[in-house]
């Protein structure tokens, strides 16, 4: 069977229409990702301030996260059977709505936890077909606009990380000003346009996309990606290392970030402050990787980046009543952690046959993101066990200790070394 490339024929496609459509899809990723950055301070915000209880923060975290993996993995086949594009579309369009009840029940006094809880839920299953179908647009738009893999990695990682700053400072001020419920309808309207943005503006994306002729079913196809992943030592090992990562970083930003700012005073505002600051200066690092990570060597710059942007953000919140020292360590990571995103995306979609983009992508996402759920959880059982400050080191000493991992394993050398065929 012959599987044409998601974006159709080249054939009369001019280079501007080229980069017009990525354009198009890194404003869509970008409206999508700035409602999703800011819903991730404002859910916990509202959990914590409406219950008074980190675990209800952690519960939150919880309800939005394991629906996502869960429908991130089963996403694959379809992504790959019906287009990235259609999927991203229609998962954003169904994601707004869900996303403005939010706010909708709680005007009408009718937002209890348990609600709040489905709605939160329902977002989390449809954002992460979504999130993989647009991410798994990145090598086809590589390869139609002629650029090397980190420079559109990193145009994305810059996209993200500017979302991320954009998202963190917009939650500070409408939380302050408007509320978490309210300010969540900023959310869905980015949703919204992001659903029109990459629907209209990317067309082509969509075309060329042939009829699923695969004769074997969706179980096994999925499988097939399941293997894959599990047979490629260097996806494999960044995969795992990544979710015990990602599992600490939800923790940090779900649960101990903002108790601290509660116990210290420093309130929301500060909140968005420290997450914008690490947005602002990881845009400058994942600029820099996409004009030069081509040409840096990926081992050396993942395990620095990785160990610069750990253990210190826990540490310094642990030793700090005020902002002042915080935003210091917060800018030095951040600019650090721009540059993980444009190695690691290069690495994987150099080694990830076409054909099997959707379903090893997603599924390698989704195991990434597998331990996520449980961050909210782990923050608020650290802090049930210990005080705040313990609670942060505990946090950064198992953060250092996974970043350390690549140093023991020899599998992630091979990041520098593009294989010529993996079956």
Partial sequence: MTVE?????????????????????????????????LAAVA?????????????????????ELAPLVVAKVLSGPAIDHLGARRV????????????????????????SFPALLVLVAATGALRGPADAARHSLVPVLAESTRQPMERVTGLASTVERTSSLVGAALAAGLVALVGAADALAVNAAGLALAAVVLGLGARSVGRGVPADDDPHSYLVRLRAGWQFLRRDPVILALTVMIAFTNLLDVAFTAV??????????????????????????????????AAWADRMPRFAVYVVAFVVCGLPRFAVLAWSDVTSAPVVVMAVAGLASGFLNPVVGAVFFERIPRHLVGRVGAMSTAVAWGLMPFGGLVGSALLALLDLRAALL??????????????????????????????
Avoid: K, N, Q
């Fill in 5 to 37: 490339s998601p974006a159709g024929p080249s054939t009369g496609t001019s280079t501007g229409r080229r980069w017009h459509v990525l354009g198009a899809w890194l404003l869509a990723d970008a409206l999508a990702l700035t409602g999703t950055r």
């Fill in 43 to 63: 859910l916990p915000w509202l959990a914590l301030t409406t219950t008074g209880s980190p675990t209800a923060a952690g519960v939150v975290a919880f309800a």
């Fill in 88 to 111: 991203a579309v229609g998962c954003d369009a169904a994601s707004a709505s869900t996303v403005a009840a939010i706010p909708a029940l709680h005007h009408l006094d009718a937002l």
């Fill in 256 to 289: 101990l970030l903002p108790v601290w700012a509660v116990e210290t005073g420093s309130g929301v505002g500060a909140v968005g402050l420290l997450l914008a600051v690490m947005a602002a200066t990881s845009v400058v690092g994942s600029l820099v990787a």
């Fill in 394 to 423: 505990v946090a950064g000493v198992l953060y250092l200790v996974t970043t350390l991992a690549p140093v023991v394993d020899r599998r992630f050398r091979a990041m520098d070394r593009v294989p010529v065929e993996v079956s």
